[in-house]
């Protein structure tokens, strides 16, 4: 099956710098790849996602990156803001649109 | 648009007694999907319904299992409680297609079980 390794398992960073996130996927035949927020207290809220027909989407301070070839997907998060802490999931599915996700990695945003 | 609901939120249970929680997907949604999350395992796939049918299990016991009403709502039972299955019970919800565009899973709150 499928495996989703997520690396580093801790991020801080200064307000205003960038932060990027990577994932790494094993199944060739994954082809939805999304991006997920929690919380504390709450549920994860999809943030962005890329199919494998795309290799970058942008949303405003967000991008995705995707690189088929070496099986890895990124996240971008420009400007971070204090409200970016969080913790951030990469997950990745295939034909029968079953998630396996990454471990999660701790986002600290430092004012 | 109304988002996915859970309830209860938070259950407290002791060892060998059985739950039953409850997911209401966003109106217009057919697919649930149903997840485990705990510190040390991540967030984990127990199981998919689509149309008031199984379409996708994960590596669960028998003792979880699930069900999907004809308005697409979900719920999904745990027998004979464990300690190890204290955790977040967290619910997703598509339009279940399959298509390209049409896949994404939203989430609800979840439901924190503590099995004491």
């Known amino acids: 099956g499928e495996n989703v390794e997520q690396h580093p398992s801790t991020l801080s960073v200064q307000e205003g710098d960038s932060a990027v996130i990577k994932c790494t996927y094993s199944d060739s035949a994954s082809n939805y790849f999304p991006w997920y927020k929690q919380e504390l207290g709450k549920g994860p809220q999809l943030i962005i996602d890329i199919r494998s027909n795309v290799g970058e989407k942008k949303d405003q301070r967000i991008a995705v990156t995707l690189n088929k070839t070496a099986k890895h997907f990124s996240l971008h998060i420009t400007e971070t803001q204090p409200e970016d802490s969080a913790v951030y999931f990469c997950?990745?599915?295939?034909?029968?649109?079953?998630?396996?996700f990454g471990k999660g990695i701790t986002l600290s945003v430092r004012p | 648009k109304a988002g996915v609901t859970q309830t209860p939120r938070y259950l407290i249970k002791t060892r060998g007694q059985q739950v039953t929680l409850s997911c209401s997907p966003i109106s217009g949604h057919r697919s649930v999907s149903w997840y485990q999350q705990t510190p040390g395992q991540g967030l984990q796939f127990l199981f998919e319904y689509f149309s008031e049918t199984q379409r996708n299990k994960g590596n669960f016991p028998g003792r979880f299992s699930g069900r999907q009403f004809s308005n697409s709502r979900s719920e999904m039972n745990v027998s004979t409680l464990e300690l190890g299955d204290s955790a977040l019970y967290l619910c997703a919800s598509s339009l279940g297609t399959r298509l390209a565009g049409e896949n994404e899973q939203f989430f609800g709150p979840g439901t924190r079980l503590t099995v004491l």
């Open positions: 997950a990745a599915a295939g034909a029968n649109s079953k998630l396996t």
